[in-house]
């Protein structure tokens, strides 16, 4: 078992909401011999800054059709999305956990 990275387009999304630089660092283009890096956080990373920096917390449940998400206020539980039938399976849901928290990453992004 090991904790997933978090995808490049969710990596741009946190960058551009001033997620805090890690020591996992990918290069993403070079100009004249500039380099430019693109720190890549591990999802639970990004769940837990979602969390105590932004109070909004990301909860991922399994229902008969897969994995979905419901965010919330990290304070006090205020509901604020869920991704019901917003899923790329047949039932509207995610295949893996790990999709769903993806999803519910990026969905928290643009409530910034």
Not at 95 to 107: K, P
Request: aromatic share 10%; glycine share 6%.
């Amino acid at each position: 078992m090991k904790d997933e990275f978090v995808t490049l387009e969710t990596a741009e999304m946190l960058r551009d909401k001033s997620f805090p630089q890690t020591d996992f660092k990918i290069n993403i283009s070079t100009l004249h011999q500039c380099y430019l890096y693109l720190s890549i956080p591990t999802q639970s990373i990004a769940q837990k800054w979602l969390r105590e920096a932004k109070n909004i917390h990301i909860c991922i449940y399994n229902c008969a059709c897969g994995y979905g998400y419901e965010i919330s206020k990290a304070d006090n539980g205020t509901h604020i999305a869920s991704s019901t039938y917003k899923g790329t399976n047949d039932g509207g849901e995610w295949d893996a956990y790990e999709e769903a928290l993806e999803a519910g990453i990026q969905e928290a992004l643009k409530l910034i």
